[in-house]
Protein backbone atom coordinates (compact mmCIF):
# COMPACT_ATOMS: atom_id res chain seq x y z
CA UNK A 1 0.00 0.00 0.00
CA UNK A 2 0.99 3.27 -0.36
CA UNK A 3 3.31 5.00 2.24
CA UNK A 4 3.64 8.17 3.98
CA UNK A 5 6.47 8.70 6.19
CA UNK A 6 7.23 12.16 8.47
CA UNK A 7 10.74 13.23 9.75
CA UNK A 8 11.32 13.71 13.16
CA UNK A 9 8.84 11.39 15.06
CA UNK A 10 9.95 13.45 17.89
CA UNK A 11 11.81 16.17 18.41
CA UNK A 12 11.76 18.87 21.09
CA UNK A 13 12.87 22.23 20.84
CA UNK A 14 13.58 25.99 22.55
CA UNK A 15 11.21 28.48 22.15
CA UNK A 16 11.95 31.02 19.66
CA UNK A 17 14.23 28.59 17.81
CA UNK A 18 12.45 26.91 14.39
CA UNK A 19 12.15 23.23 13.70
CA UNK A 20 11.44 21.80 10.21
CA UNK A 21 8.99 18.67 9.84
CA UNK A 22 9.33 16.45 6.81
CA UNK A 23 6.29 14.58 5.18
CA UNK A 24 7.40 11.72 2.11
CA UNK A 25 5.57 10.12 0.03
CA UNK A 26 7.72 6.76 -0.70
CA UNK A 27 6.16 4.83 -3.22
CA UNK A 28 4.41 7.03 -5.28
CA UNK A 29 3.96 11.01 -6.50
CA UNK A 30 1.69 13.73 -4.68
CA UNK A 31 0.66 16.43 -6.19
CA UNK A 32 -1.37 17.50 -2.63
CA UNK A 33 -0.18 16.88 0.25
CA UNK A 34 -2.00 18.07 3.84
CA UNK A 35 -0.97 19.39 7.48
CA UNK A 36 -3.04 18.27 10.24
CA UNK A 37 -2.78 19.05 13.53
CA UNK A 38 -3.91 17.22 16.79
CA UNK A 39 -4.04 18.50 20.12
CA UNK A 40 -4.83 15.81 22.85
CA UNK A 41 -8.05 14.11 23.18
CA UNK A 42 -9.07 16.17 19.90
CA UNK A 43 -9.78 15.93 16.64
CA UNK A 44 -7.20 16.30 13.66
CA UNK A 45 -7.60 19.95 12.83
CA UNK A 46 -6.65 20.82 9.21
CA UNK A 47 -3.57 23.46 8.77
CA UNK A 48 -3.41 23.51 5.30
CA UNK A 49 -3.05 22.16 2.15
CA UNK A 50 -0.27 21.85 -0.40
CA UNK A 51 -0.04 21.63 -3.96
CA UNK A 52 3.15 20.78 -5.92
CA UNK A 53 4.50 23.67 -7.15
CA UNK A 54 2.13 26.21 -5.67
CA UNK A 55 1.56 27.96 -2.45
CA UNK A 56 0.12 26.21 0.35
CA UNK A 57 -3.89 27.25 1.00
CA UNK A 58 -4.18 27.53 5.25
CA UNK A 59 -7.37 27.11 7.06
CA UNK A 60 -8.48 30.23 8.75
CA UNK A 61 -6.98 30.83 11.97
CA UNK A 62 -3.92 29.49 10.93
CA UNK A 63 -0.56 32.00 10.70
CA UNK A 64 0.83 31.42 7.22
CA UNK A 65 3.91 33.50 8.39
CA UNK A 66 4.75 31.04 11.59
CA UNK A 67 3.63 27.56 10.15
CA UNK A 68 5.48 28.20 6.44
CA UNK A 69 4.63 24.95 4.52
CA UNK A 70 6.62 23.97 1.20
CA UNK A 71 6.12 21.21 -1.39
CA UNK A 72 9.07 21.88 -3.57
CA UNK A 73 8.55 17.95 -5.58
CA UNK A 74 6.25 15.61 -5.87
CA UNK A 75 6.97 13.35 -2.91
CA UNK A 76 8.09 15.57 -0.49
CA UNK A 77 6.83 18.63 1.69
CA UNK A 78 7.78 20.30 4.92
CA UNK A 79 5.89 22.10 7.76
CA UNK A 80 8.54 25.11 9.41
CA UNK A 81 7.17 25.76 12.41
CA UNK A 82 9.04 29.02 12.99
CA UNK A 83 9.91 30.93 16.43
CA UNK A 84 8.41 28.25 18.27
CA UNK A 85 6.22 28.56 21.74
CA UNK A 86 4.92 26.46 23.98
CA UNK A 87 1.74 26.91 22.87
CA UNK A 88 2.70 25.44 19.40
CA UNK A 89 3.47 22.13 20.70
CA UNK A 90 1.09 19.97 19.01
CA UNK A 91 1.20 16.53 17.21
CA UNK A 92 1.28 17.23 13.51
CA UNK A 93 0.27 14.70 10.63
CA UNK A 94 0.83 15.29 7.19
CA UNK A 95 -1.41 13.10 4.56
CA UNK A 96 -0.40 12.58 0.68
CA UNK A 97 -3.17 12.61 -1.76
CA UNK A 98 -2.36 10.62 -5.19
CA UNK A 99 -3.01 12.13 -8.46
CA UNK A 100 -6.75 11.82 -9.60
CA UNK A 101 -7.45 11.07 -5.78
CA UNK A 102 -10.59 12.02 -4.11
CA UNK A 103 -10.06 14.50 -1.16
CA UNK A 104 -10.92 11.30 0.91
CA UNK A 105 -7.66 9.43 -0.73
CA UNK A 106 -5.55 10.42 1.69
CA UNK A 107 -2.64 8.18 3.11
CA UNK A 108 -1.17 9.42 6.44
CA UNK A 109 2.09 9.89 8.10
CA UNK A 110 2.75 8.58 11.48
CA UNK A 111 3.20 11.83 12.87
CA UNK A 112 5.32 14.43 14.72
CA UNK A 113 5.41 14.75 17.96
CA UNK A 114 6.33 18.43 18.78
CA UNK A 115 7.41 20.23 22.53
CA UNK A 116 8.66 23.15 22.82
CA UNK A 117 10.26 24.44 25.76
CA UNK B 1 -20.25 24.75 10.20
CA UNK B 2 -19.95 20.85 9.45
CA UNK B 3 -18.86 19.15 12.60
CA UNK B 4 -18.18 15.10 13.56
CA UNK B 5 -19.23 14.12 17.41
CA UNK B 6 -17.37 10.71 18.51
CA UNK B 7 -18.75 8.77 22.33
CA UNK B 8 -15.41 9.52 24.53
CA UNK B 9 -12.85 6.60 24.92
CA UNK B 10 -11.04 4.73 25.99
CA UNK B 11 -13.03 2.11 25.45
CA UNK B 12 -11.92 -1.11 27.05
CA UNK B 13 -13.42 -4.46 25.94
CA UNK B 14 -13.01 -8.18 26.58
CA UNK B 15 -11.72 -10.18 23.47
CA UNK B 16 -15.04 -11.46 21.62
CA UNK B 17 -16.84 -8.80 22.71
CA UNK B 18 -19.30 -6.61 20.58
CA UNK B 19 -17.61 -3.13 19.84
CA UNK B 20 -20.14 -0.11 19.00
CA UNK B 21 -18.39 3.60 18.94
CA UNK B 22 -21.38 5.95 18.26
CA UNK B 23 -20.47 8.83 15.54
CA UNK B 24 -22.92 11.56 14.80
CA UNK B 25 -22.51 14.57 12.25
CA UNK B 26 -24.02 17.81 11.33
CA UNK B 27 -23.50 18.33 7.80
CA UNK B 28 -25.22 20.06 5.21
CA UNK B 29 -26.08 18.65 2.14
CA UNK B 30 -25.10 14.85 2.06
CA UNK B 31 -21.64 14.42 2.91
CA UNK B 32 -19.87 11.05 2.91
CA UNK B 33 -18.75 9.30 5.94
CA UNK B 34 -15.73 7.39 7.02
CA UNK B 35 -13.73 5.52 9.61
CA UNK B 36 -10.54 5.75 10.05
CA UNK B 37 -8.38 3.66 11.89
CA UNK B 38 -4.91 4.40 13.92
CA UNK B 39 -2.57 1.34 15.32
CA UNK B 40 0.13 2.67 17.67
CA UNK B 41 3.15 3.88 15.71
CA UNK B 42 1.20 4.04 12.70
CA UNK B 43 -0.52 6.85 10.84
CA UNK B 44 -4.99 6.66 10.17
CA UNK B 45 -5.63 4.18 7.81
CA UNK B 46 -9.57 3.86 5.69
CA UNK B 47 -11.37 1.33 7.40
CA UNK B 48 -14.42 1.86 5.53
CA UNK B 49 -17.08 4.39 3.83
CA UNK B 50 -19.96 5.14 2.97
CA UNK B 51 -21.11 7.92 0.39
CA UNK B 52 -25.07 8.01 0.39
CA UNK B 53 -27.98 7.06 2.60
CA UNK B 54 -28.38 4.01 3.95
CA UNK B 55 -25.29 2.48 2.14
CA UNK B 56 -22.99 0.07 4.64
CA UNK B 57 -19.60 0.26 4.64
CA UNK B 58 -17.75 -2.87 5.62
CA UNK B 59 -14.02 -3.81 6.37
CA UNK B 60 -12.11 -7.20 8.13
CA UNK B 61 -15.29 -7.46 10.25
CA UNK B 62 -16.22 -3.89 11.03
CA UNK B 63 -19.24 -2.30 9.80
CA UNK B 64 -20.92 1.39 9.87
CA UNK B 65 -24.20 2.09 8.24
CA UNK B 66 -24.92 5.53 7.19
CA UNK B 67 -28.37 6.50 8.74
CA UNK B 68 -29.42 9.88 7.92
CA UNK B 69 -32.56 10.29 9.45
CA UNK B 70 -30.49 9.97 13.05
CA UNK B 71 -27.37 11.38 11.54
CA UNK B 72 -25.50 8.79 12.47
CA UNK B 73 -22.67 6.20 11.80
CA UNK B 74 -21.89 3.95 14.36
CA UNK B 75 -19.18 1.88 14.15
CA UNK B 76 -19.85 -2.30 14.98
CA UNK B 77 -18.09 -5.58 14.75
CA UNK B 78 -19.78 -8.50 16.76
CA UNK B 79 -16.48 -9.67 17.83
CA UNK B 80 -13.21 -7.73 18.54
CA UNK B 81 -9.55 -9.49 18.77
CA UNK B 82 -6.63 -7.77 20.52
CA UNK B 83 -5.08 -6.90 17.40
CA UNK B 84 -8.04 -4.04 17.01
CA UNK B 85 -6.93 -1.90 20.02
CA UNK B 86 -6.11 1.61 17.91
CA UNK B 87 -7.49 4.66 18.05
CA UNK B 88 -10.59 5.13 15.45
CA UNK B 89 -11.98 7.83 13.98
CA UNK B 90 -14.92 9.13 12.27
CA UNK B 91 -14.72 11.78 9.30
CA UNK B 92 -16.87 13.42 7.04
CA UNK B 93 -16.21 14.63 3.62
CA UNK B 94 -17.46 18.39 3.58
CA UNK B 95 -19.83 19.76 1.66
CA UNK B 96 -19.33 22.18 -1.25
CA UNK B 97 -19.10 25.02 1.34
CA UNK B 98 -16.06 23.12 3.20
CA UNK B 99 -14.15 22.60 -0.08
CA UNK B 100 -14.61 18.52 0.32
CA UNK B 101 -12.13 18.40 2.87
CA UNK B 102 -11.85 15.83 5.44
CA UNK B 103 -13.15 16.81 9.01
CA UNK B 104 -12.49 14.46 12.01
CA UNK B 105 -14.06 13.49 15.03
CA UNK B 106 -12.12 13.45 18.62
CA UNK B 107 -11.27 9.40 18.26
CA UNK B 108 -12.01 7.15 20.16
CA UNK B 109 -9.65 5.02 21.98
CA UNK B 110 -10.27 1.45 22.12
CA UNK B 111 -8.26 -1.53 24.26
CA UNK B 112 -8.74 -5.23 23.71
CA UNK B 113 -8.00 -7.53 26.53
CA UNK B 114 -7.29 -11.31 26.09
Known amino acids: GAVVSQHPSRVICKSGTSVKIECRSL??????MFWYRQFPKQSLMLMAT?????????EQGVEKDKFLINHASLTLSTLTVTSAHPEDSSFYICSARPPGGSSYEQYFGPGTRLTVT | GDSVTQMEGPVTLSEEAFLTINCTYTATGYPSLFWYVQYPGEGLQLLLKATKADDKGSNKGFEATYRKETTSFHLEKGSVQVSDSAVYFC?????????????FGQGTELSVKP
Open chain 1, 27 to 32: DFQATT
Open chain 1, 50 to 58: SNEGSKATY
Open chain 2, 91 to 103: ALKGTYNQGGKLI
